[in-house]
């Protein structure tokens, strides 16, 4: 039986001198933009006077009137002095995560390894966490409609500035005590990191007894023994030769006086023939890809002299090739090489069970780089933790025009959102970060991509 989440008191936290922001975190920023969005449910909030409440409610929470935190499972609670001289009772309460989003927020905090067990045993809930919560696709901060707001004024606002300001104060909270959050949530920081290494030594033990299985079958004989080899290939060479398949009939030979398109059509089976105009495009399609490989290995001839490079070469012709089997590779290969020539593009969009937005989106992601741009368009490859790290120190050093500051990304399973900008950076297969630019709704690759992530933003924001 799981123990009882217990109560945790905060005091409210105070902001320093001269400064604006709210809170400095992740999860705090979070928390702020859940307030601050407007609510799909019904209700009195949001309306014309929300925004002043709001920037009353940032007053109250930097002046001090936020008293004590408390945190239970399910709501955050602090008395709010207002213009009475009792403070105000203001509440917010958010449904706790169930037993099956916690089993998947645990899975994926396990799967980060070490660094996260480190982070909790450290009190905090860091990078490792973040990123292992957004692929669990488990929110622990709750979404704007989850929010219920309580207060014992008479602002009949939805949240009153009172509640607003404690949810400002909780969210500055969050930057030092994000430990508060799981409590809101359910669960501890101690269930949750004695359940986290549990589940650890259970993942560590199964590979160490899948490893002990693995060597036990390596050292196992294998093989077919030389008598049943033996006894097979007799019994084969009884049978006799082998039969070979019956050749397909030939061609048929144009007849005189045929037109030039009939004459084009093989006959491949009885009432089965290509179309003139398909056989053309595959035919120039063809010739194009043998043309760039053949100028690709006349280049190549002097630096193939091991067998290592004419393996790689090999291996580079069949790349240039795009003989990768994949046929909406093809598709979206041969819609960016048609460069907007409407007949080629529909006859491909009619071959396609893709959308003409999903294959104009892909052709254009494959003119910056193939394949590996393409794999960058859904963005959901995650780059490894060092990479990032590197191109968010890279990205402090980037001025945007008509900005005061360097740009503030946020990742979301493969892509590095800059928060403010419709630009978002995404890793490659190959990689490397590419631009996309949000336009339409749509997100677009935008250029070229390239290893440091501030080089991508030169093209792509016209950054400094």
């Not at 008479?154 to 009153?160: E, F, H, N, S």
């Not at 001839?301 to 240039?320: C, N």
Request: some cysteine.
């Amino acid at each position: 039986m799981r123990r009882r989440t217990g109560t945790l008191a905060l005091p409210a936290p105070q902001l320093a001198r001269g400064q604006r922001e709210m809170a400095s975190s992740w999860w705090g920023e979070e928390w702020i933009d859940s307030l601050q969005t407007p609510s799909t449910s019904f209700g009195y909030g949001f309306s014309a006077g929300h925004d002043s409440r709001l920037a009353r409610a940032r007053t109250y929470a930097r002046k001090g009137a936020v008293g004590e935190i408390t945190v239970r499972p399910g709501s955050v609670a602090a008395r709010v002095k207002g213009s009475r001289r009792t403070p105000y009772r203001c509440e917010i309460h958010v449904p706790e995560l169930s037993e099956a989003q916690w089993d998947k927020l645990f899975e994926e905090w396990t799967a980060a390894g070490r660094e996260l067990l480190l982070e909790l045993a450290q009190g905090r809930l860091g990078v490792h966490a973040v990123d292992a919560a957004v692929r669990a696709e488990t929110d622990l901060v709750p979404p704007p409609d989850a929010f219920v707001y309580h207060c014992s004024c008479p602002d009949w606002g939805d949240p009153c500035k009172h509640a607003a300001a404690l949810s400002y104060a909780f969210a500055r909270a969050l930057d030092t005590r994000a430990e508060a959050l799981l409590i809101l949530r359910g669960r501890d920081l101690v269930e949750a990191a004695t359940e986290i290494s549990v589940r650890h030594g259970e993942r560590e033990q199964s590979a160490a007894d899948e490893a002990r299985e693995e060597a036990v079958r390596a050292a196992r004989p294998t093989g077919v023994p030389a008598g049943e080899a033996f006894t097979r290939a007799r019994a084969r060479a009884a049978e006799g030769p082998a039969v070979l398949p019956v050749l397909p009939a030939p061609l048929l030979a144009p007849v005189v006086g045929q037109d030039k398109a009939a004459a084009m059509t093989p006959v491949l089976l009885v009432g089965e023939s290509v179309a003139p105009e398909a056989l053309h495009l595959l035919a120039v399609d063809a010739a194009q890809r043998a043309s760039a490989v053949y100028v690709w290995t006349v280049d190549q001839r002097d630096v193939t002299d091991t067998k290592a490079a004419a393996g790689a070469a090999q291996t580079q012709a069949a790349d240039l090739l795009m003989l990768d089997g994949d046929p909406w590779h093809d598709t979206v290969r041969r819609a960016a090489a048609a460069d907007g020539d409407l007949p080629v593009v529909s006859r491909l969009l009619n071959s396609s069970d893709r959308a003409r937005t999903q294959l104009a989106r892909a052709s254009v992601a494959w003119r910056y780089g193939g394949p590996a741009a393409l794999s960058a368009l859904d963005g959901t490859l995650v780059p490894p933790p060092e990479t990032e790290a590197a191109a968010r120190e890279r990205l402090l050093q980037v001025r945007i025009p008509g900005r005061s500051g360097p740009p503030r990304p946020r990742r979301t399973r493969g892509r590095l959102q800059l928060v403010g900008e419709d630009v978002e950076l995404r890793w490659g297969s190959d990689g490397r970060w590419y631009p996309y630019r949000k336009e339409r709704g749509q997100w677009w690759a935008a250029g070229p991509p390239a290893t440091d992530a501030d080089e991508v933003l030169y093209g792509a924001l016209g950054a400094e």
